[in-house]
Every structure is written in structure tokens, then in C-alpha cells.
């Protein structure tokens, strides 16, 4: 796949285009993209008519949609409670005046009921929270028929790769984030050139939706830690190409992909705000761009919910 592809108006990554069922790899000439549909139906919230109160400004945003983040009260007590939403523990803030659960919603979350457990001093109790439904942008793409298999030694490099991955992203680490304000910036500035849930449709069939945040930036831009934390994984993978992974505590990890270099390794520890790596176009990608994830409880969530200017 050439990484140049003057004829796609928006550089973005193709590992959408994954299937290992089918192992295709698109002629990505022949891809056919509506811009006009990319960024429809993600419409933002209207801006806040006063000044946020103190609460509404702590980032993540609460949006209880698949993709969002529910913030659960989980009262006073004087330890820290545990909780988790099914096997998975979850990040929880505060002091003991009042504790929160901040829950990350998966993308393919049915619409509906959501549950977490806190195994609090006493009784373990759930808490139910409401999921509504969203619609994310879709984003249709037509491949010529003369699609290619994964090479039988891309398939097996790929399989190990993703069981190496989930190594990673089972991550759960202490302590948790020192502040309950986990306001992120932009690792680098740019157009948004892919956003967070498009639904992506390939040859009718849908696939994937995007799992992150597309940041368009020439190769070599400073690529900045969002929030203090550690590098917990550093490589050349298949699809993302040079990714970096952070762990900002209980769960909480962010990602970065197609780097053209990075200078650190698993251990480092990030200031937010560090330069630690720069942009590039490396793995399945048409043109330099950052992809971008933000992982909760093992759920990827819109990156956008962290930032304080919420774009
Ligand atoms: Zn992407």
C-alpha cells in the first residue's frame, strides 16, 4: 500500500479495511469517498449559554451514548470502592466525601440499560445507568473487485500482534490519576481529519468503526503527551505502524499511531505537555495524519469527551 495517495482528499488509516475473515487489502486508488458525508451527523452541543459550573468543566464530558462516558455517584466512604462493569475494574475519582465511577461505553454498546458493580465496605450494590443511541457519520467505500489476501506471513504477523495488544490494553494500573479533572490537549494541532465512531461501509458491508480521533499534521510534527503517564508499549505494528501506548492509571490509556519516530520506551514516564514522538505515515495509511485513541476500561471512547474546548 503506497503511504502517498494524492487522490484521497483526507489522509486517515486503513485498518477498517482489515478483515481476517476475508483478508482484503483495498486498491486504495480505487477507493471512492464521499467527503460530503464524513463529518454530517457528529453534530457538537450547543455552547453553554453561562459560564460552566466548576463540575461541567471537568473533562471527560459525560455523553452516555456508545462511544461516551458515564460519570456514577458513588457516594461517600472513606476508602476508595472498587467497581467494576462486568470483569473489567473501572477508574474511580474523588476523596471521601464523594466518589465517582467514570465508565467508558464501548462502541458497540446496544443502546439500553448499562450496569456497574461497587464492592464497597457492606454490600456489594450495581447501579444501572441509561444508554442512549447515536448515530455516528457514515462512510462509504467502494473497492474494486481485484482485492489482494493478506500474505499468509502478514496474516500470522498480524494475529500476533493483536494478541500482543491485548496484553497491553488489559492494562489496569495504580495509582489511579492523581487529579478527578483528566482534561487532555490535542497531541498535536490540526484539522480533524477522521472523527471518533465514523461508521465505516466497505463495499456494502459494514465494518469496523473508527476508533479514534484522525488529526491531519505533516510528517515530523511534535506529537505531545495529553495528560501525564507512562509508556507502557512502544512498536511497528502492521496496520498502526509506529505506535506509542500510554498508561494515565486505572485503566485509563491513550494511543498513538503511524509515527514517523518516537523517543521513548516502556517505562518512561510523560509530563503532559512532553514531546515524546512525531508524526508520520507509517502502517496502512494513505498520508501523513495522528490517529489518536483514548481506551477506558478497555472501552475506546470519543478522545473529544477529554479536551477541554470539547472539539
Ligand atoms: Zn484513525
Not at 486504495?28 to 464524513?38: I, N
Not at 502492521?238 to 509515527?259: A, I, K, P, R
Amino acid at each position: 500500500m503506497p503511504a502517498d495517495l494524492p487522490d484521497l482528499p483526507y489522509p486517515r488509516d486503513l485498518s477498517f479495511l482489515l478483515q481476517r475473515r476475508y483478508g482484503l487489502l483495498a486498491t486504495a486508488a480505487a477507493l471512492t469517498v464521499p467527503t460530503a458525508s464524513l463529518f454530517a451527523a457528529d453534530t457538537p452541543p450547543p455552547p453553554p449559554s453561562s459560564p460552566p459550573s466548576p463540575s461541567e468543566s471537568v473533562r471527560p464530558r459525560a455523553l452516555a451514548v456508545p462511544g461516551g462516558i458515564v460519570r456514577l455517584s458513588l457516594g461517600p466512604a472513606a476508602m476508595r470502592p472498587m467497581a467494576r462493569q462486568g470483569d473489567m475494574p473501572l477508574l474511580v475519582l474523588g476523596d471521601p466525601i464523594e466518589w465517582t465511577a467514570v465508565v467508558g461505553i464501548p462502541l458497540s454498546a446496544e443502546p439500553g440499560m448499562g450496569r456497574i458493580t461497587v464492592s464497597a465496605p457492606g454490600t456489594p450494590r450495581d447501579i444501572p445507568y441509561p444508554i442512549q443511541a447515536k448515530r455516528y457519520a457514515e462512510q462509504r467505500l467502494k473497492v474494486a473487485p481485484g482485492q489482494v489476501d493478506l500474505s499468509p506471513e502478514d496474516e500470522a504477523r498480524y494475529n500476533r500482534e493483536r494478541a500482543h495488544l491485548a496484553t497491553v490494553m488489559a492494562t489496569f494500573s495504580e495509582p489511579p490519576p492523581p487529579s478527578h479533572d483528566l482534561a487532555m490537549r490535542a497531541p498535536v494541532e490540526g484539522r480533524r481529519s477522521g472523527p471518533f465512531g465514523l461508521r465505516r461501509v466497505f463495499n456494502g458491508q459494514s465494518r469496523n468503526p473508527h476508533s479514534g480521533m484522525d488529526i491531519a499534521a505533516p510528517t515530523g510534527t511534535p506529537v505531545r503527551a495529553p495528560l501525564a503517564g507512562r509508556v507502557i508499549d512502544t512498536g511497528d505494528y502492521f496496520f498502526n505502524g509506529q505506535t506509542v501506548w500510554l498508561d494515565h492509571g486505572s485503566g485509563l490509556l491513550t494511543m498513538v499511531c503511524h509515527l514517523s519516530a518516537s523517543d521513548v520506551k516502556p517505562g518512561d514516564s510523560v509530563s503532559a505537555g512532553d514531546v515524546f514522538a512525531a508524526v508520520g505515515a507509517t502502517g496502512r495509511v494513505t498520508g501523513p495524519h495522528l490517529h489518536w485513541s483514548v481506551m477506558l476500561n478497555r472501552a475506546m471512547v470519543d478522545p473529544a469527551l477529554f479536551l477541554r474546548d470539547g472539539s
